[in-house]
Every structure is written in C-alpha cells, then in structure tokens.
C-alpha cells in the first residue's frame, strides 16, 4: 500500500514558493526561498546533503534564514544554527468566525476609536505598517511583505494602530500573520476583528486559513483557540546561516 501523501502545510514554505507564490522563489528544485525584504523563510524539499548545499548557494555571507522543520535542523558544519523556538500551527475550521472580543474586553465606542472600521492597506500605507510592526514586534515583516497579500488595518485620526494581513499562500491555503495591535488599544477586541474578517475572506475564496505562532505566546495561543483555530502540527524553527 502506498503511503498517504504529505500535506501542503507539512513543508508550508516549500508549497506556497511552488504553487501560487512562485512569483517570489528563488532557487531551485532543491531548495528556495523568499528575497530577502520580502521574507526571512526558506525551505528544503527535502533534508538531504545535496539539499542543504543547494540552501547554502541562496545564503549571501553574513545572512541568516528561517527554517520551519519536523525535527531540529542539522544542516552541517558549514552552517551555523540558532534556534528560535517551537511553532504552533494552528488551522481554522471551515465556517465563519464570530467577530468575537475577548471576554473581558469592553466594546469599542466611537470616543475609543473614531475610525473602527477596517481598511485595505496599500503602497501608500508601507512605512506606517514597517512602523507598527518594528513597534509591536508581530514576528518578521520586512520592507515587502505586504506584497505576498492583503493587509487590512485601522487607522485612529490618521495612526495606524491595528493590522493583520495574509502571508504565506499554499495554494488552497493562506497564513494570517501579522497580527498587532498598538499598546494604547490593546484589550478592545481589534485583532479578534481583523483576524475574524481575514478569516471570512478566505473562504469565500475557496481557501482555508492557517497561523504559526511561537508556543510560548500563551496569549496569541488562547485568543485563536477562541477564534476556532486549532493545532495542526509542530516545527522547529532555526536560524540559519554559513558557518563563521
């Protein structure tokens, strides 16, 4: 009997760079990545020493990349290593999410927020959104990453205070990601809305949503476990790089 075949998120950086984000691979049928002000991330086909050396011609001296893998990385004693941590990811189910606050959290009134309604991010918005992220520290963003989708956000008299947007995209599935909130509007359920909206989005696209997010981030964690997301499966997340 043959054995099942892998899922897409199994190796979610390898599918999405292979199917509907080819636009953004570098590298070859071995290994590949996302440019550098796109993305940190990059994957193997599989973890074979032709592979890693394959990983190693995409690396410019002095650069780090980001590694999602089963099992801790052990790519050699070319390269060095630094561990980050370990992954949740998290899938949601197939229907609708509430747009759910927290349980404890007071609902926003107009003298909270005079703007609550969400909007599309755009070219005009980048440095407002590398600000926020710098600010809040979601997880990597970088110059170009709102280029790998759509990014909603809420602006407080002209602040961008709150966003979240689509990243990774496997084809059949899209990563939120991005999830910050600014320190002076945290606990008003923003980023239950903005996920719950992404969410709703994309499925009407036919997609299912998935997130990562490091398994000490107890809060994050408990916020999309109310939101319905659930764990799929854990990685190992290393830095990687040329050996010194």
Known sequence: MKSALPHPLDNPVWTALSTAQTHLRQGDGLACR????????????????????????LLLPGEQVALLSEAPAAPGPQFGTQSVG???????????????????????????????????LTLADAQDM???????????????????????????????????????????????????VDQDWRGKGIAGRLISQLHARIL????????????????????????????????FLTLIGHAK
């Open 34 to 57: 996302y440019p550098s002000d796109v993305a940190p991330f990059a994957a193997l086909e599989t973890h074979t020493p032709d592979a890693w050396q394959a990983l190693g011609r």
């Open 130 to 180: 590398l600000d926020l992220a710098q600010k809040t520290k979601p997880g990597p963003f970088c110059a170009r990453t709102r280029e790998m989708g759509r990014y909603i956000g809420i602006r407080d008299q002209g602040r961008l205070v709150a966003m979240a947007g689509e990243r990774m995209h496997p084809a059949g599935y899209v990563e939120i990601s991005a999830v910050c």
């Open 204 to 235: 009407q696209r036919g997609e299912t949503p998935f997130l990562h997010v490091l398994s000490t981030n107890h809060n994050a964690i408990a916020l999309y476990e109310r939101l319905g997301f659930t764990l799929r499966k854990t990685f």
């Open 86 to 120: 370990v992954i949740h990811q998290m899938m949601a189910g197939g229907q609708a999410l509430a747009n759910v606050n927290r349980p404890d959290a007071r609902t926003l009134a107009p003298a909270d927020l005079k703007h609550p309604d969400s909007m599309t």
